[in-house]
């Protein structure tokens, strides 16, 4: 009897096999937004590409490729915000309360991102399809620009809505899910219009890694508190790394090794979110100096947290696996949106 209740005291006073359950859940905020950049992101980078399509059975073939996927896609950004919310609910708060604007951009571009295809599907008029189509290209380009941005003044610890480097940040962004929906519809499409979406990806890349250093000596410039960790081996070497991974996709693209070049486009978002979560480290909330264990939840909250987690994600990462290679293959116009 003794050892049972002697179960539930260390759990509030331990955490679990003596792990920094703090810096964990540091990593694991930044895993789950890796995963919506990368997964989300190719439907991002999918609409923004719808605008280069005129022949409308391109289009269709374009949204049939997303279809199954977007709106699952979407529950990380959901699963973003919960575990920010369960482990470091001041962050959370802090956040979202002094970047609500950005916060209700995002929703907006959203929400244009996924009624555009809804409504472009009911009418078959050229009007009616060119409006919407408009609609779904706004919202595939502004909603990883405003999340960029939001990253970007997040990890730098900006109090304002507005900075050069948010900025940069949001355009990177936005390339790096060209760069992500270019290499996916080489996986999913076929012959001419194969190569043609694929060959967007290179530029796509060249742009954003030349963000990306613009954006890190724009850091280093304006804000030269953190100017140590900008030059620091940390960053150069997820810098590296990425120039590095921008040649595979390359590489991939011209010699028509589509899962090549995609693996490679998923790496770099991984790369992209290290480098924030390099940047803020060890701060969850860098605007006020508030470190991952201050903001941490209790131990007892933050044991528990962490056993569902280890039980659920596991199972959405399941699910994950289990939809993709349902629908595996490539995507045809006779698929429905």
Do not use: C
């Amino acid at each position: 009897m003794s050892d049972f209740a002697a179960v539930p005291a260390s759990l509030a006073t331990d955490p679990i096999l003596g792990l920094p359950l703090p810096t964990i859940w540091f990593g694991l905020v930044f895993f789950i937004l890796g995963m919506f950049l990368f997964l989300d992101g190719f439907d991002f980078g999918v609409g923004a590409l719808f605008a280069t399509r005129e022949r409308s059975e391109e289009r269709e073939l374009l949204l049939a490729a997303i279809g199954p996927f977007w709106d699952g896609n979407e529950v990380w950004l959901v699963v973003f915000g919960g575990a920010l919310f369960a482990a470091f609910p001041p962050a959370y708060a802090n956040l979202f309360s002094r970047h609500y604007l950005l916060m209700f951009a995002i929703l907006g571009a959203l929400i244009l991102r996924g009624l555009s295809p809804e409504f472009y599907e009911q009418r078959h008029d050229e009007r009616w399809q060119r409006y919407w189509g408009r609609g779904f290209v706004v919202g595939s380009v502004a909603a990883p620009f405003f999340l960029g941005v939001f990253v970007g003044n997040w990890v730098a610890g900006a109090s304002r809505t507005l900075t050069a480097f948010g900025l940069l940040v949001g355009l990177a962004t936005v390339a790096l899910t060209v760069a992500d929906g270019a290499t996916y519809l080489g996986v999913k499409t076929r012959g001419d219009l194969r190569a043609e979406l694929a060959g967007y990806a290179a530029p796509a890349v060249a742009v954003y890694l030349g963000l990306v250093v613009v954006a890190l000596g724009t850091l280093a410039f304006t804000r030269p508190a953190l100017r140590g960790v900008v030059v620091s081996p940390a960053i150069g070497g997820l810098v590296a790394a990425s120039a590095g991974l921008g040649v595979v996709v390359v590489v991939g693209v011209r010699r028509e090794r589509y899962h090549l070049a995609f693996a490679g486009v998923a790496a770099l978002v991984f790369a992209f979110v290290g480098v924030a979560a390099t940047l803020a480290y060890p701060a969850v909330d860098p605007a006020v100096g508030l470190s991952a264990s201050d903001a941490a939840v209790s131990t007892l909250a933050l044991n528990l947290t962490t056993v569902f987690a280890a039980v659920l994600l596991p199972l959405v990462l399941g699910y994950f696996v289990f939809l993709y290679s349902t629908f595996r293959g490539p995507a045809s116009t006779d698929e429905s949106y």
